[in-house]
T-cell receptor, first 112, second 114 residues
Framework: DAGITQSPRHKVTETGTPVTLRCHQT?????MYWYRQDPGHGLRLIHY???????DKGEVSDGYSVSRSKTEDFLLTLESATSSQTSVYFC???????????FGPGTRLTVT | QKEVEQNSGPLSVPEGAIASLNCTYSDRGSQSFFWYRQYSGKSPELIMSIYSNGDKEDGRFTAQLNKASQYVSLLIRDSQPSDSATYLCAVNMNYGGATNKLIFGTGTLLAVQP
């Protein structure tokens, strides 16, 4: 267990509103990730970070942005939420390249 | 397209039997391989990692890697109803530089029948 927490754990929001999800890890891991998981699609990478202020896009990054100002925190922002962004969002982290990745408990987001 | 493929299942086995889960991957340069277990409504939990060809055993779990054939498998001996979950295969693809990304399969649903 890498000591990863996510907040909020559940959120319901309306279409067009901005939403920020927070991921916090206490293991001083260099790499952090945001995934979404949807039935039939598995886990898909949204954005990831390989260091403070170093981020890059994953396979489903449209409509999402991220920021990492401290090693322990990685924020995911939905700039203007849409119903297609209703999903379960997981954060993950790992210490070193090629190593084991650990997941947070997830955030269930519903956009109405 | 770099891919990881798994049979979606469900794979149904009787209690006490061996469950065999398989995964193939496309990138021949991949170096790190992982199996995660995910219960319904929960987050993925790492259960095995394997980095070199051959077998790696941990309790009732054995991971097998064959890089030449580009497949990785997970064997669960003495399967229990509590092993019923979705098993995700993940592969660390070779992107170079500082990039480090896992590519996940869509998972195999395992159902262990009492």
């Amino acid at each position: 267990d890498a000591g990863i927490t996510q907040s909020p754990r559940h959120k319901v929001t309306e279409t067009g509103t901005p939403v920020t999800l927070r991921c916090h890890q206490t293991e001083n891991h260099r790499y952090m990730y945001w995934y979404r998981q949807d039935p039939g699609h598995g886990l898909r990478l949204i954005h990831y970070s390989y260091g403070v202020k170093d981020t890059d896009k994953g396979e489903v990054s449209d409509g999402y942005s991220v920021s990492r100002s401290k090693t322990e925190d990685f924020l995911l922002t939905l700039e203007s939420a849409t119903s297609s962004q209703t999903s379960v969002y997981f954060c993950a982290s790992l210490l070193e390249r090629g190593g084991e990745q650990y997941f947070g408990p997830g955030t269930r987001l519903t956009v109405t | 397209q770099k891919e990881v493929e798994q049979n979606s299942g469900p794979l149904s086995v009787p209690e006490g039997a061996i469950a065999s889960l398989n995964c193939t991957y496309s990138d021949r340069g991949s170096q790190s391989f992982f199996w995660y277990r995910q219960y319904s409504g929960k987050s993925p939990e790492l259960i095995m990692s394997i980095y070199s060809n051959g077998d790696k055993e941990d309790g009732r779990f054995t991971a097998q890697l064959n890089k030449a054939s580009q497949y990785v498998s997970l064997l669960i001996r003495d399967s229990q109803p509590s092993d019923s979950a979705t098993y995700l295969c993940a592969v660390n693809m070779n992107y170079g530089g500082a990039t480090n990304k896992l590519i996940f399969g869509t998972g195999t649903l395992l159902a262990v029948q009492p």
